[in-house]
């Protein structure tokens, strides 16, 4: 098995706040992994750190076997973002005064102009997203929220990226648009893209996922197989308070 991400023994600080207390995961190549747990877990921080949004105080983060975080070898975001990692972070971190199309072009990082876009992608993109070619002239604030979340991770995946880290793309979206949402991750998997999830819907969690680690109180509780948890309902109330089954 080959690891595109690792985490050994991560603790992060915010100032006074220790949020991270060592935490272990592995994010194998080509799989959707998901990051479940309560509220409060240290998912959001887990994927922050990663970016280097938030320093490694202690412990390592690899990518593809090479230190990006941690004392002696943390790199800058921008210096990550060029490794291949992109990430969409909750608040989705679009610019609502621009357009769709320029939100769009910022993210490439070959193109300085729509024109410079790859087209083949992008109606790929439109394929999956169909609002952002009828919207694409209008200003990304004037969005529904669906529509917001489909631009942020339109913007992710504007180029190819080895690893895409997503903090809950289905927050408050209709069940039609987090169908679309699995149909999309899963075409990215299929071109293998690995990506990192941190989900509440236990029911995109059980479609998409191929392993998952648990958080509690900022460490790694419970990795396995996805297809595990989803069968074990004893292990869901032991590990999240509650059951996938309740959720079908």
Same mark, same amino acid.
Request: proline residues 4%; hydrophobic residues 45%; neutral net charge.
């Given at each position: 098995?080959?690891?595109?991400?690792?985490?050994?023994?991560? $603790?992060?600080?915010i100032?006074?706040?220790?949020? @991270?207390?060592?935490?272990? @995961?592995?994010?194998?190549?080509?799989?959707?992994?998901?990051?479940?747990? /309560?509220?409060?877990?240290?998912?959001?921080?887990?994927? /922050?750190?990663?970016?280097?949004?938030?320093?490694?105080?202690?412990?390592?983060? $690899?990518?593809?076997? /090479?230190?990006?975080?941690?004392? =002696? =070898?943390?790199?800058?975001t921008?210096?990550? *973002?060029?490794?291949?990692?992109?990430?969409?972070?909750?608040?989705?971190?679009?610019?609502?005064?621009l357009?769709?199309? +320029?939100?769009?072009?910022l993210a !490439?990082?070959? !193109? /300085?102009?729509?024109? +410079?876009?790859? %087209?083949?992608r992008l109606?790929?993109?439109?394929?999956?997203?169909?609002?952002?070619?009828?919207f694409?002239?209008?200003p *990304? =604030?004037?969005?529904?929220?669906?529509?917001?979340?489909? @631009?942020? #991770? *339109?913007? !992710?995946?504007?180029?190819? &990226? +080895?690893?895409?880290?997503?903090?809950?793309?289905?927050?408050?979206l *209709?069940?039609?648009i987090?169908?679309? @949402?699995?149909?999309?991750?899963?075409?990215?998997?299929?071109?293998? %893209?690995?990506?990192?999830?941190?989900?509440?819907?236990?029911?995109?969690?059980?479609a998409?996922?191929?392993?998952?680690?648990?958080?509690?109180?900022? &460490?790694? #509780?419970?990795?396995? !197989?996805?297809?595990?948890?989803?069968?074990? +309902?004893?292990?869901?109330?032991?590990?999240?308070?509650?059951s996938?089954?309740?959720?079908?």
């Amino acid at each position: 098995m080959t690891l595109v991400l690792d985490l050994k023994g991560v $603790h992060t600080h915010i100032g006074a706040y220790h949020i @991270l207390h060592g935490v272990d @995961l592995q994010v194998p190549a080509g799989q959707v992994t998901m990051l479940l747990g /309560r509220n409060g877990a240290g998912k959001s921080t887990t994927l /922050r750190t990663i970016m280097g949004l938030w320093a490694t105080s202690q412990g390592s983060v $690899h990518f593809k076997g /090479r230190q990006i975080g941690g004392p =002696g =070898g943390q790199l800058t975001t921008p210096d990550i *973002a060029q490794l291949g990692i992109a990430y969409v972070p909750e608040a989705m971190g679009i610019f609502t005064d621009l357009t769709v199309q +320029e939100n769009m072009v910022l993210a !490439a990082r070959s !193109a /300085r102009r729509a024109a +410079e876009l790859d %087209t083949q992608r992008l109606e790929w993109i439109f394929g999956l997203f169909p609002a952002l070619k009828k919207f694409w002239l209008y200003p *990304a =604030g004037k969005l529904s929220g669906g529509q917001k979340q489909m @631009l942020a #991770v *339109a913007r !992710a995946i504007v180029e190819p &990226r +080895e690893l895409i880290l997503i903090d809950e793309p289905s927050k408050g979206l *209709a069940p039609s648009i987090i169908n679309n @949402l699995i149909d999309a991750f899963r075409q990215l998997k299929a071109q293998d %893209t690995t990506i990192l999830l941190v989900e509440q819907n236990f029911q995109m969690a059980k479609a998409l996922g191929d392993g998952v680690a648990v958080m509690d109180n900022g &460490r790694i #509780v419970h990795a396995g !197989a996805m297809a595990e948890l989803a069968e074990d +309902e004893s292990m869901q109330h032991r590990l999240l308070g509650l059951s996938l089954g309740a959720h079908q």
